[in-house]
Nanobody, 121 residues
Framework: VQLQASGGGLVQAGGSLRLSCVAS????????MGWFRQKPGTLDRDVVA?????????AYASAVKGRFTISRDNAKNTIYLQMNSLKLEDTGVYYC??????????????WGQGTQVTVSS
């Protein structure tokens, strides 16, 4: 599967952004999906939100819970990340991922290219 993320940009603290990730391939609806974040100056990619293949279950990192919402539209082969009340520490490169296993970066099956999110004061 190939993943194409978009929607990143520069936003002031307290603002909102919506990321999208379109997948190619016929197995999209069978994959658990997620968004990962790589903060500046680090090599680690940490999961911020995940969603089950059916869309029935979601999970969030504690740092974003209540502010971010992950969703998916299997008919459009697309997942979304609605990010509200953005904070400076949300700055980073956001990666869409498919077949995310246990949610750790080294168990991800497929990565999209990153999209930069920069939150300014």
């Amino acid at each position: 599967v190939q993943l194409q993320a978009s929607g990143g940009g520069l936003v002031q603290a307290g603002g909102s952004l919506r990321l999208s990730c379109v997948a190619s391939g016929r197995r999209f609806s069978s994959y658990d999906m997620g968004w990962f974040r790589q903060k500046p100056g680090t090599l680690d990619r940490d999961v911020v939100a995940a969603i089950r293949s059916s869309g029935s279950g979601t999970a969030y990192a504690s740092a974003v819970k209540g502010r971010f919402t992950i969703s998916r539209d299997n008919a459009k082969n697309t997942i979304y990340l609605q990010m509200n009340s953005l904070k400076l520490e949300d700055t980073g490169v956001y990666y869409c991922a498919a077949d995310i296993g246990d949610g750790r970066a080294n168990s991800v099956g497929y990565w999209g290219q990153g999209t930069q999110v920069t939150v300014s004061s």
